[in-house]
């Protein structure tokens, strides 16, 4: 219901970078009780749509920290549906570049715990990606620098 309000608002007052924020939002809860219950599919279409709707915030409104965080976290949903169907060459491409947001938001605006926290997460889903295809070294180096990101935190 609340996905079908999200597109109802768009629809009557057209776009705002609040209301497709909104929708990806909805979007991705609508993709979570699919992936939680099985559905696959489902989750992978519901949070691909999410992503296009926050490269599309990114694009039409530029860049906050807010955008491009929601744009990481929906790469990282993508990765996680082609981790669990064992599409890694995906998962690799997806989370690298959720890795390349987590890095550009703490050159742009700084180090937070949020951004370090997302920096360190996001090591290590390529880390469990490279540990996957076979290459042990890679993965060694990702978590060895989640590890020092961790560190920052303190």
Aim: hydrophobic residues 30%; charged residues 30%.
């Amino acid at each position: 219901e609340s996905l079908q309000l999200c597109r109802r608002i768009l629809d009557t007052y057209g776009d705002t970078p609040t209301g497709l924020r909104d929708l990806s939002i909805s979007l991705d809860r609508v993709g979570d009780i699919a992936r939680e219950t099985g559905d696959l599919d489902t989750a992978r279409t519901v949070y691909t749509e999410s992503l296009q709707l926050c490269r599309r915030i990114l694009d039409t409104y530029g860049d906050t920290p807010t955008g491009l965080r929601d744009l990481s976290i929906s790469l990282n949903r993508v990765g996680d549906i082609a981790r669990e169907t064992g599409d890694l060459d995906t998962a690799r491409t997806v989370y690298t570049e959720s890795l390349q947001l987590c890095r550009r938001i703490l050159d742009t605006y700084g180090d937070t715990p949020t951004a370090l926290r997302d920096l360190s997460i996001s090591l290590e889903m390529c880390a469990e990606i490279e540990e996957r295809s076979g290459n042990a070294a890679a993965a060694r180096a990702l978590r060895e620098e989640a590890g020092t990101v961790r560190e920052r935190l303190g």
